[in-house]
C-alpha cells in the first residue's frame, strides 16, 4: 500500500447534521490501494450476458406545429448496421406505406396528413429481407390534439420514487412506485414521519398490478427503503428487490434500531415473494443509527453474464457489501465485502447512490461505491481517498483518453482542490482537479453543454448550507471556464436533435444558456431515461393521482441504439429509484463532435 501522505481531522460547525461526522472525515493526496489476495472470480448461473428483451416501442407525440403526427421507435443492438424501417399507417381495412424509400438516417418520422383514428406499425427491413413487424399503435387523433403533452398513468397518492422495469415481458417498461413521497433524512434531529411505505407495480397501460406494504418496520425515507428492479432471474420479466424489517418497532422518535432485517425479492407481475435471505446486520463499527440506517440496492453483471443483486449498508463510516443471485426461487450469496476493513482507505469514501459498469475491460462489472470501487470479485479496485462524495459520475468524460473517467464531487472539506476532481475509472489515478478549496461541494454534472470545447464540461456547486456560494465550470480536460454562467446541476435530458443535453428549468426545458426547446413539464421529476421511442429521453413526473410521461415530438438528426442497452446507463436508471437523483449517463462519449 502507498504510504499515506496527509490525513486530517477536520471539525466544521457549519456543515448541516445530515452530513458526514466531521470526525470521520479523512482524505489524502494519494491513492490508495489495498494489500490483499484477491478472492476467485464469480461464476453465475447464465452462460452469456443475460439482456431484456425490448421491443421496437412505436411511440406517437403530438409535432410542434399541433397538426402532424411525429413517430419513433427503438433501434436495437442486434440490428444490422444497414437495417431500415418501413412505417404503415392502417385505417379500416387499407395498410398505406408512409415512407418512398426506407428510413435509415433516424428511427423517426412525421405524418404531416394523419387519420382521425389509425394504427401504425413498424416492419424492418435488411436489403429485400423482410423482419418481424413491431407491435400495433393506436392513434386517436382528437386524443392526441386535446393540449396533454404527456402521457398519463392514474396511481394512488403522490409518488415518492419510481422504479422501471419490464414486469410482464412483452418488451415494453412497466412502472414500480413508491408512495407517499414523504420521507425524512436519518441523519436529521427533531424530525419524524408517520407514514407507511407502499410499493405498487403498474402496467404501462395503467393497469394496476399489486402493492406490498413496507410495515412499521421500514421508516419513511430513501435510505430506508431501497428498492430495484430488474430481471434479476433472467425470465425475461423483471422482478423487484427491496429490504424489509418485519418485526421491527418505532421507537419515541419514529426510528427503528431493532428488528429482524431481509433483503426480498417479488415477483414482477404478482408481487409474490420469491426468495428471501438475511440483509447486512448492524454493528457499532457503523456508527449511530444515522450511519446504521443507510442502505441501498443496486445490480451488477458481476461474472459478465449474470445480473447479481447489490446490497450495501453504511455510507460515512464503515460500508458494507454484499452480491447475491437469483436464481431457482432461491438467493445465494456471491461474496461479502466488509470495507472497514481498509480502514482508512475506504472509511467513508461511499455516496449516495451505485452504479456498475465494466472499467477495466475484462468483460465483468466493477461496482462504483462514491470516492471507491469494486472490483467484480467483492475486492477493492482504488480509492481515490477524498472522503464522502455527493456526487459522482461514470462515463467516459474525455474522449481524447482511453475508457471512462470518473467525475467526483466532495462533501469534505478540501484545500488541494480535490472537492471537484476527475479520476481514471480503471485505476482511480487523478486526471485532474479544479486546484481551488473547497468546502462542501453538494451538487455535480458531467454533459457536453457546449459544443466548442472537446468532451463533457463537468460543473459543480457548493451547499449554500455550509456558508459558500461558489460554483465551478470546466471543459473535459479540468480547465475552468471564466465568465460563463454555471447551469444547475439536476434534471438533464436529451430533448431535442443534436447531441447537447438540455436542462430542465421549473416548467421549461432549456438550452445552455438559456435558449427555451419545450414548456409545460409540471410535477415533481422522478425519472429521466430513454424509456420509449427512439434514443432521446422521456422524463417521467408526479402529481397527485398520476405519473406523467413526457416525451419529445421533435424530429430526430441521427439514430442509435437505444441508451437502455447500455449497461452503465441502464445501471443509473436502476438505482433511480433510490437515493439522490442524478441523470444517467452511458458509458460511451454522447456530445457533439
Not at 98 to 115: G, Q, W
Not at 129 to 141: F, I, M, Q
Not at 144 to 164: D, E, F, H, M, N
Not at 218 to 229: H, L, N
Request: contains cysteine; glycine residues 10%.
Amino acid at each position: 500500500m502507498k504510504k499515506l501522505l496527509l490525513a486530517l481531522t477536520l471539525w466544521s460547525a457549519a456543515l448541516p447534521v445530515r452530513a458526514q461526522d466531521p470526525r470521520e472525515r479523512v482524505y489524502n493526496y494519494e491513492i490508495l490501494k489495498p494489500s490483499h489476495e484477491a478472492k476467485p472470480p464469480v461464476e453465475g448461473f447464465a452462460t452469456e450476458r443475460i439482456r431484456e428483451n425490448l421491443g421496437r416501442s412505436l411511440t406517437a407525440r403530438p409535432a410542434p406545429d399541433g397538426r402532424s403526427v411525429h413517430l419513433s421507435w427503438r433501434l436495437l443492438e442486434s440490428d444490422h448496421p444497414e437495417i431500415g424501417f418501413d412505417l404503415y399507417r392502417r385505417t379500416g381495412d387499407r395498410d398505406e406505406l408512409l415512407n418512398r424509400k426506407p428510413i435509415t438516417a433516424t428511427t423517426d418520422f412525421t405524418d404531416t396528413e394523419p387519420a382521425e383514428k389509425a394504427y401504425y406499425l413498424i416492419v424492418p427491413r435488411y436489403g429485400t429481407r423482410r423482419l418481424p413487424a413491431s407491435a400495433e399503435t393506436e392513434v386517436d387523433l382528437a386524443a392526441l390534439r386535446s393540449g396533454k403533452p404527456y402521457t398519463a398513468i392514474p396511481v394512488t397518492g403522490r409518488v415518492g420514487k419510481l422504479g422501471v422495469g419490464d414486469l410482464d415481458g412483452d418488451g415494453e417498461y412497466d412502472f414500480v412506485v413508491r408512495t407517499p413521497d414523504t420521507g425524512v433524512d436519518p441523519g436529521v434531529q427533531g424530525r419524524h414521519y408517520d407514514s407507511v411505505y407502499t410499493i405498487a407495480a403498474y402496467r404501462r397501460d395503467g393497469r394496476k398490478l399489486w402493492e406490498y406494504s413496507l410495515g412499521e418496520g421500514v421508516e419513511p425515507g430513501v435510505w430506508y427503503s431501497p428498492f430495484a428492479v430488474y430481471d434479476f432471474d433472467g425470465d425475461g420479466r423483471a422482478e423487484v428487490a427491496l429490504r424489509i424489517c418485519p418485526d421491527g418497532k418505532r421507537d419515541e422518535r419514529r426510528r427503528v434500531g431493532s428488528g429482524t432485517e431481509y433483503l426480498v425479492v417479488l415477483d414482477g407481475m404478482t408481487g409474490h415473494e420469491i426468495a428471501r435471505a438475511p440483509w447486512i446486520e448492524r454493528t457499532p463499527r457503523l456508527g449511530d443509527l444515522n450511519r446504521q440506517n443507510r442502505h441501498q440496492i443496486g445490480m451488477a453483471c458481476v461474472d459478465g453474464r449474470t445480473p447479481a443483486i447489490i446490497v450495501a449498508r453504511g455510507t460515512y463510516r464503515a460500508m458494507l457489501a454484499e452480491a447475491w443471485q437469483l436464481h431457482d426461487g432461491r438467493l445465494t450469496r456471491l461474496w461479502r465485502w466488509d470495507g472497514d476493513e481498509e480502514n482508512p482507505v475506504v472509511r467513508s469514501q461511499g455516496a449516495h447512490n451505485m452504479v456498475a459498469g465494466d472499467v477495466d475491460g475484462d468483460g465483468r462489472d466493477e461496482i462504483l461505491l462514491g470516492g471507491c470501487m469494486l472490483d467484480d470479485n467483492g475486492t477493492l479496485l482504488w480509492s481515490a481517498g477524498i472522503g464522502h462524495p455527493d456526487k459522482t459520475y461514470l462515463t467516459d468524460i474525455d474522449p481524447r483518453r482511453p475508457g471512462m473517467e470518473v467525475l467526483l464531487c466532495s462533501e469534505i472539506s478540501n484545500d488541494a482542490g480535490r472537492g471537484v476532481c476527475c479520476v481514471d475509472a480503471a485505476t482511480g489515478q487523478q486526471v485532474w482537479n479544479i486546484g481551488t478549496p473547497t468546502t462542501h461541494v453538494g451538487d455535480g454534472m458531467a454533459a457536453d453543454i457546449d459544443p466548442r470545447h472537446p468532451g463533457l464540461e463537468c460543473f459543480a456547486k457548493e451547499d449554500r448550507k455550509a456558508g459558500k456560494t461558489s460554483r465551478y465550470l470546466t471543459t473535459a480536460q479540468g480547465r475552468q471556464l471564466e465568465n460563463r454562467p454555471v447551469p444547475d446541476c439536476r434534471n438533464w435530458v436529451w430533448w431535442d436533435g443534436d447531441l447537447l443535453r438540455e436542462t430542465i428549468q421549473d416548467t421549461r426545458i432549456v438550452k445552455w444558456p438559456g435558449e427555451t426547446v419545450a414548456e409545460g413539464i409540471e410535477g415533481t421529476i422522478l425519472l429521466i431515461g430513454d424509456l420509449t421511442g427512439d434514443w432521446r429521453e422521456e422524463i417521467v413526473t408526479s402529481v397527485d393521482g398520476e405519473l406523467r410521461i413526457y416525451g419529445t415530438g421533435l424530429p430526430a438528426r441521427d439514430r442509435r441504439t437505444t441508451l437502455m442497452q447500455d449497461p452503465v446507463y441502464r445501471s443509473y436508471l436502476v438505482e433511480r429509484s433510490q437515493g439522490y437523483p442524478q441523470s444517467p449517463v452511458p458509458s460511451y462519449y454522447l456530445g457533439e463532435k
